[in-house]
């Protein structure tokens, strides 16, 4: 378990500590920085202490043992690659006012089985959900605009998305390779 004092875990602090499976994270704690977990390959229990305000790019990524998480609700934006190639994660629960979630953060999480993101979210980034073999329907908030480029393609159990009246651009590749949608 960490401090109690810590409030920053650095840019790659854990990085590759492929054995660690466990992190008991503090309340008090505010930032998770690029990288910190990345490659932690056995670890499969993190809680977020409702302190953290920030998680840099790739925090998790590759964090292949992950199976769910739950995000603090001062986090109003999810960091590009966060928890890219967490292919054990299945839950994501989202704070209520999120605004965004960057390029790539979910890409290849194979075993996502759910999204069910906030309306207050307007911005998502390209490849979001590449490659979530899991999903099968997917709700696109109404202040979104935007859908980038491959948002969704290889989300190869999708079968519906709704998409809001107000949607303005679909980007290329957005829904490439998704043999079931209808």
Do not use: W
């Not at 008090?28 to 809680?47: K, M």
């Amino acid at each position: 378990s960490m401090p109690s004092s810590l409030i920053v875990i650095d840019n790659f602090a854990f990085q590759n500590c492929i054995r660690l499976a466990e992190v008991e994270l503090n309340e008090g704690l505010f930032e998770i920085g690029v990288s910190a977990f990345e490659g932690c390959e056995q670890l499969d229990d993190v809680v977020l202490p409702e302190t953290v305000q920030y998680i840099y790019s790739s925090a998790f990524e590759n964090c292949k043992m992950l199976s769910a998480i739950k995000l603090p609700q001062l986090i109003n934006s999810v960091s590009e690659s966060c928890f890219k190639r967490c292919i054990s994660l299945q839950s994501v629960e989202f704070p209520e006012n999120l605004t965004s979630i960057g390029g790539s953060a979910f890409y290849g999480c194979t075993d996502l089985l759910q999204v069910n993101l906030p309306e207050t979210l307007t911005t998502l980034g390209g490849y979001v959900f590449c490659g979530c073999e899991s999903l099968e329907s997917f709700k696109v908030p109404s202040f979104v605009q935007s859908l980038p480029g491959g948002c969704f393609s290889r989300c190869t159990s999708l079968k519906e998305v709704h998409l809001p009246d107000n949607l303005k651009t679909i980007g290329s590749y957005c829904f490439s390779s998704n043999p079931l949608l209808s």
